[in-house]
């Protein structure tokens, strides 16, 4: 082996110019091949794409497929999205007379990124959309909107891998709406990503930002809250309780088991002159989904004034589930009529009292004792002779005890 690497050496030096061009011309050889093999797997990999379904890698969610999203082509949106970043407020714009977004149009609160997680800042546009997004913690979140690669809108997570299942929801999640909590994305209810979902169409500007002094010009609302950490909604609905609390109460689905509460009354409600709004609201009957009765403390007089200090007074209210402890506006409109105080008789001694029943010697004997129905008890006997076996005295003698 040694002797032919040495003449293969020996020939090289004596032939140098015949060597190298050898050597370029196995360098190019080589190089084709290695491009014709990449040009190949390239080739390849574009056939798998159209064969097979492409994801794509979400913060909040580890993929999505193709066929799930949808996405409109691109128009002159109504809208303008813009979400304060820094007070978890999004203000929606629509187009003045000069077709510039300078008209509040509606406001959602919402839950951007926490630490770490932050929602990026900048201006961005609407791309595809998916009625249920799968993410990467293993939840699902409802009417989803991208705007920004990995970034959504989309409601308040549901767990679950497998299921898109309404039921489910994470409510303690759902009661930090307003507050920094997602991983990235901005969470909304139900209702208010479904507004988005549908009104903001692809290719819909969308500017995340920070002002720490205004949420935006018409404010932020104020959010719901799950009422699972109530004791005594608890003590009345039990598990019933955590089971409804599983559903976003804006959720406009018919199964929605906040949408079955019921309020039932009277159409006029007569209370007494002097009396509180109590006398009011106990004359209402509030059913869960179970039919179990709610609490008259759960309601609440929500539009309309009353006096129930005037007499004759006729007042058009509305009643309601207090939004601040069930939340779902369930009310009707009902008039309260103040009416005379009720003043009940005292009871007036008997003016005619019973006479003493007659002994059987013609005298007056004493009226004999009442039980607690206030009717007559007669003596064992009518006699006048006691029945006690043990007794031998004669019971005629009205100086002699009698046996007890």
Avoid at 192 to 217: Q, R
Avoid at 308 to 335: C, D, H, R
Wanted: hydrophobic letters at 35%; aromatic letters at 10%.
């Amino acid at each position: 082996m040694k002797k032919i690497i040495g003449k293969i050496v020996k020939w090289i030096i004596g032939h140098k110019l015949i060597a190298a061009i050898i050597g370029v011309a196995i360098i190019v050889v080589a190089t084709s091949a290695i491009a014709f093999s990449v040009s190949a797997n390239n080739n390849k990999t574009v056939k798998n794409t159209e064969n097979k379904k492409t994801t794509s890698k979400l913060s909040d969610g580890p993929s999505i497929s193709e066929e799930e999203k949808v996405t409109d082509a691109p128009v002159d949106s109504p809208y303008l999205v813009k979400v304060n970043r820094a007070l978890n407020c999004i203000t929606v714009y629509s187009k003045d007379d000069k077709g510039e977004y300078t008209v509040p149009y509606i406001a959602f609160p919402c839950s951007t990124g926490r630490a770490g997680q932050e929602t990026p800042l900048g201006e961005f546009k609407i791309g595809w959309k998916a009625e249920w997004c799968y993410m990467v913690d293993g939840t699902w979140g409802q009417y989803t909107s991208n705007f920004n690669n990995d970034i959504l809108f989309h409601s308040v997570p549901y767990f679950g891998t497998v299921q898109k299942d309404k039921t489910n929801l994470e409510y303690e999640q759902y009661n930090l709406l307003g507050e920094f909590a997602s991983l990235g994305c901005v969470r909304l209810c139900v209702a208010d990503a479904k507004w988005i979902y549908e009104n903001c169409p692809t290719g819909t500007t969308v500017i995340v930002y920070d002002d720490y002094s205004s949420p935006g010009p018409l404010g932020k609302p104020g959010t719901l809250k799950l009422p699972y950490y109530d004791e005594v909604l608890y003590s009345v609905l039990g598990d019933n309780l955590y089971r409804y609390c599983g559903w976003d109460p804006t959720d406009p689905d018919y199964g929605n088991l906040w949408r079955a509460f019921t309020l039932n009354s009277a159409d006029v409600i007569n209370v007494p002159v002097g009396s509180d709004i109590s006398a009011v609201l106990n004359q209402i009957s509030a059913l869960s989904p179970d039919g179990v009765a709610i609490p008259s403390a759960y309601l609440t007089i929500t539009d309309g004034a009353y006096d129930l200090n005037v007499l004759g007074g006729q007042y058009q209210v509305t009643v309601a589930y207090n939004s601040s402890m069930i939340p779902v506006f369930v009310s009707k409109q009902i008039v309260i009529n103040v009416v005379e105080q009720q003043v009940q008789p005292t009871p007036q001694p008997s003016q005619n009292p019973q006479p003493a029943k007659p002994d059987n010697s013609g005298g007056n004997a004493s009226q004999p004792g009442a039980d607690t129905n206030g009717e007559a008890q007669e003596n064992e006997s009518n006699t006048g002779v006691s029945t006690d076996p043990n007794s031998s005295q004669n019971n005629n003698d009205p100086n002699t005890p009698q046996q007890p």
